[in-house]
């Protein structure tokens, strides 16, 4: 059974830095693209950035752009996003999902969240001005 589960989130002063882990266990990374969405209250859930199966290619959106980088390790299975300089609009909770339908990133991955599967529960990101 194919379980996604983040972590790594919490409380952090404006320009502060957070390391989120998404454990994919029982996925295989070589297979489907990987992405990061936030979901902030009152407001729709956003991509945030994508990373493609085959070449580690990686697209963001572009409140993220310039501050975020997005990872794998497909050894242990795993994927993480750094968050630097972080923003009170940056707190939401954050998710990883699997895109069952591509294995790259290609322009507008992130707006298509009906392609990705295998939510996890989400962590909590707060950043305080």
């Known amino acids: 059974e194919v379980q996604f589960v983040e972590s790594g989130g919490g409380l952090v002063q404006a320009g502060g830095s957070l390391r989120l882990s998404c454990a994919a266990d029982g996925f295989f990374l070589d297979y489907y693209a990987v992405g990061w969405f936030r979901q902030a209250p009152g407001k729709e859930r956003e991509g945030v950035s994508c990373?493609?199966?085959?070449?580690?290619?990686?697209s963001y959106a572009d409140s993220a752009k310039g501050r975020f980088t997005i990872s794998s390790d497909k050894a242990k299975n795993m994927v993480y996003l750094q968050m630097n300089s972080l923003e009170p609009e940056d707190t939401a909770v954050y998710f990883c999902?699997?895109?069952?339908?591509?294995?790259?990133?290609?322009?507008?991955?992130?707006?298509?969240?009906?392609?990705?599967?295998?939510w996890g529960q989400g962590t909590q990101v707060t950043v305080s001005s």
């Open positions: 999902a699997a895109n069952l339908m591509r294995r790259t990133c290609p322009p507008g991955a992130l707006d298509r969240i009906y392609e990705y599967d295998y």
């Open positions: 990373i493609s199966a085959s070449d580690s290619i990686a």
